[in-house]
């Protein structure tokens, strides 16, 4: 169950439609066999105060793509590629006046570590 939690700064996320770069990162995952496409979960942490290096014009967006599930680490970067590729390409299309630091940090979580349930609405199938 990977989970891709995305921090960047308020004026990227206000220029890029992240719900559309979750689903095509959500889409090439399950594509490429790395994880069922009804697991897939990603959410988007804006910071209200951010500085890169010591340029205050500069941004960032860094995605942590954290693993539930073991895998090989060949597979682990393959999947930090996909999101590192589907991010890179977000922030060359909303045309961002200043360097943009894309980064993807892939972790596998502890076995053990990790519960989940799902709670049901009434009248849910």
């Given at each position: 169950m990977p989970h891709l939690i995305t921090e960047t700064t308020r004026q990227l996320a206000d220029r890029i439609d992240f719900t559309q770069v979750f689903a095509g990162v959500h889409r090439e995952l399950?594509?490429?066999?790395?994880?069922?496409?009804?697991?897939?979960?990603?959410?988007?942490?804006?910071?209200?105060?951010?500085?890169?290096?010591?340029?205050?014009?500069?941004?960032?967006?860094?995605?942590?793509?954290?693993?539930?599930?073991a895998r090989p680490e060949p597979v682990q970067a393959a999947m930090a590629a996909v999101v590192l590729a589907h991010m890179a390409a977000a922030v060359r299309q909303a045309a961002f006046a200043g360097n943009v630091q894309v980064c993807v940090l892939h972790r596998l979580v502890a076995q053990g570590t990790y519960r989940k349930t799902v709670v049901m609405s009434p009248g849910a199938v």
């Open positions: 399950a594509g490429h066999g790395y994880a069922q496409l009804a697991v897939l979960k990603s959410r988007l942490l804006v910071a209200e105060v951010a500085l890169t290096g010591d340029d205050p014009e500069a941004g960032f967006v860094v995605t942590h793509l954290v693993m539930t599930n």
